[in-house]
């Protein structure tokens, strides 16, 4: 069973430029977060998608940030413009149930703007 | 809300030798608790969980946790560290309705020959 893919992997990106990250989590997954790691902070929390929904979107920083999860399958996440502090990395998860179920991560998106 | 603390940054240690990576965390509410490990350009992996039960777990590959409510801690242990060990290391907590986790700074575990 394939895990949770990213992609890119890495993206450098100029300051005012757009970049779209790709998740597809694991198949019969409703559950989808996106979570984010700035210069080896902790990782925060940004939003998490059921099926299609967004079921909680308090971690998303400000309005550059969109994302979407059409059809409850794969989701994007599109920064647009972006800033240099929106450097990190970034964590796509995926879950089949909420309780007591795992979290599954995939090896996420490492963003540099510059 | 939940905050969590990982009180070491850096742990090097020498191969064989005993480690523990500790964590501690704080919330209002009863909690899940999570240690994740990221291996040198990999993605994050669950090691251990204390969802309920017995409040020590165990990992595959020799990791133990305790979890400990009366000191909020939850520290990972293991007795003899390999090479292979060498990873950061994520502590983590989700209330009870099991959506996000709470992360802290994370630790990285240098094993050393």
């Known amino acids: 069973e394939a895990g949770v893919t990213q992609f890119p992997s890495h993206s450098v990106i100029e300051k005012g430029q757009t970049v779209t990250l790709r998740c597809d989590p694991i198949?019969?997954?409703?559950?989808l977060y996106w979570y984010r790691r700035v210069m080896g902070k902790e990782i925060k929390f940004l939003l998490h998608f059921v099926k299609e929904s967004k079921q909680d979107e308090s971690g998303m920083p400000n309005n550059r940030f969109l994302a979407e999860r059409t059809g409850g399958t794969y989701s994007t996440l599109k920064v647009q413009p972006a800033e240099l502090e929106d450097s990190g990395v970034y964590f796509c998860?995926?879950?089949?149930?909420?309780?007591?179920?795992?979290?599954?991560f995939g090896q996420g998106t490492r963003l540099t703007v510059v | 809300a939940q905050s969590v603390t990982q009180l070491d940054s850096q742990v090097p240690v020498f191969e064989e030798a005993p480690v523990e990576l500790r964590c501690n965390y704080s919330?209002?509410?009863?909690?899940?608790l999570f240690w994740y490990v990221q291996y040198p350009n990999q993605g994050l992996q669950l090691l251990l969980k204390?969802?309920?039960?017995?409040?020590l777990v165990k990992s595959i590959n020799g990791f133990e946790a305790e979890f400990n409510k009366s000191q909020t801690s939850f520290h990972l242990r293991k007795p003899s560290v390999h090479i292979s060990d060498t990873a950061e290391y994520f502590c983590?907590?989700?209330?009870?309705?099991?959506?996000?986790?709470?992360f802290g700074e994370g630790t990285q575990l240098t094993v050393n020959p």
């Open positions: 998860a995926s879950s089949q149930d909420l309780v007591g179920t795992d979290t599954f």
């Open positions: 919330s209002s509410v009863s909690v899940y």
């Open positions: 198949s019969g997954h409703d559950n």
């Open positions: 204390y969802l309920s039960g017995s409040t």
């Open positions: 983590a907590v989700s209330d009870l309705t099991g959506s996000r986790l709470t």
